[in-house]
């Protein structure tokens, strides 16, 4: 029986990739403070691998819209039962005014709650360099959402090599100089002043011990894990403590 601490479902709209839903669900379990099974946060999870490519449909042009079938999944899971919905994807939040509008509970919104926490850090120069998919640069996606706490976002140089380095973990492979790539590209970031790196990824938060440890990280899936306890406690879906 689900404890009074933990009464809200929280539906996860997943499966883009399976890997980075399972590490939502897995950083969850481990942020959450428990005593025994029933304190745990209660979720229904549709890790639908068949949305279509975000990297397809964002960056060449050439594939379907995900958009419908994330409504599709968010209707689902709000008939299942969930109070709230997150998205494990940081690029799929291109879609999150559809999917808002098609159900009557709230999505926590991944790119919101992450600009605001980043907003109460201290950042000498205000700026955050960002490692995502070139994706969320083309979306504008965290730009906009920091640009309203007056934060400056900056991108690598080499999109295509952050490219390359989320298929190759898409492809399960952790190796063929991801690492280097990602290190790379952050000393870039550093280097133009940014005061905290970004993981904007979730196929890079699955690679977060590649980075070095002279870096201010803030990886947003850890920032949706903690939106969803605090939704699942008590409701406040934007009280990040």
Same mark, same amino acid.
């Given at each position: 029986?689900?404890?009074?601490?933990?009464?809200?479902?929280?539906?996860?709209?997943?499966?883009?990739?399976?890997?980075?839903?399972?590490?939502?669900?897995?950083?969850?379990?481990d942020l959450t403070d428990v005593k025994d099974d029933s304190d745990h946060v209660p979720l229904?999870?549709?890790?639908?691998?068949?949305?279509?490519?975000?990297?397809?449909?964002?960056?060449?042009?050439?594939?379907?819209?995900?958009?419908?079938?994330?409504?599709?999944?968010?209707?689902?899971?709000?008939?299942?039962?969930?109070?709230?919905?997150?998205?494990?994807?940081?690029?799929?939040? &291109?879609?999150? =005014?559809? +999917?808002?509008?098609?159900?009557?509970?709230?999505?926590?919104?991944?790119? =919101?709650?992450?600009?605001?926490?980043?907003?109460?850090?201290?950042?000498?120069?205000?700026?955050?360099?960002?490692?995502?998919?070139?994706?969320? =640069?083309?979306?504008?996606?965290?730009?906009?959402?920091?640009?309203? &706490?007056?934060?400056?976002?900056?991108?690598?140089? %080499?999109?295509?090599?952050?490219?390359?380095?989320?298929?190759?973990? %898409?492809?399960?492979?952790?190796?063929?100089?991801?690492? =280097?790539? +990602?290190?790379?590209?952050?000393?870039?970031?550093?280097?133009?002043?940014?005061?905290?790196?970004?993981?904007?990824?979730?196929?890079?938060?699955?690679?977060?011990?590649?980075?070095?440890?002279?870096?201010?990280?803030?990886?947003?899936?850890?920032?949706?894990?903690?939106?969803?306890?605090?939704?699942?406690?008590?409701?406040?879906?934007?009280?990040?403590?």
């Open positions: 029986m689900v404890s009074e601490k933990n009464n809200n479902k929280v539906g996860i709209l997943g499966g883009m990739g399976p890997e980075a839903t399972v590490l939502l669900m897995a950083r969850i379990i229904v999870v549709d890790s639908n691998t068949k949305v279509p490519s975000r990297i397809k449909a964002l960056i060449e042009k050439t594939g379907k819209s995900p958009g419908p079938i994330l409504v599709e999944m968010a209707k689902g899971l709000e008939k299942s039962g969930a109070k709230a919905l997150a998205m494990p994807c940081n690029t799929a939040h &291109y879609y999150a =005014e559809m +999917i808002k509008e098609s159900v009557d509970i709230p999505l926590l919104n991944m790119i =919101e709650l992450t600009a605001k926490e980043i907003s109460k850090q201290k950042l000498p120069s205000n700026k955050v360099g960002i490692l995502a998919s070139p994706a969320v =640069e083309i979306t504008r996606l965290f730009d906009d959402a920091l640009s309203s &706490y007056k934060i400056e976002a900056l991108y690598p140089s %080499k999109q295509s090599q952050m490219l390359k380095v989320i298929r190759s973990i %898409k492809e399960n492979n952790k190796g063929n100089g991801v690492c =280097e790539i +990602i290190n790379s590209a952050a000393t870039e970031l550093n280097e133009k002043g940014a005061d905290i790196i970004l993981i904007a990824c979730s196929e890079l938060s699955l690679v977060l011990d590649c980075l070095q440890s002279s870096y201010v990280v803030i990886d947003s899936m850890d920032v949706l894990s903690k939106a969803v306890i605090n939704f699942s406690n008590n409701g406040r879906q934007f009280n990040l403590k």
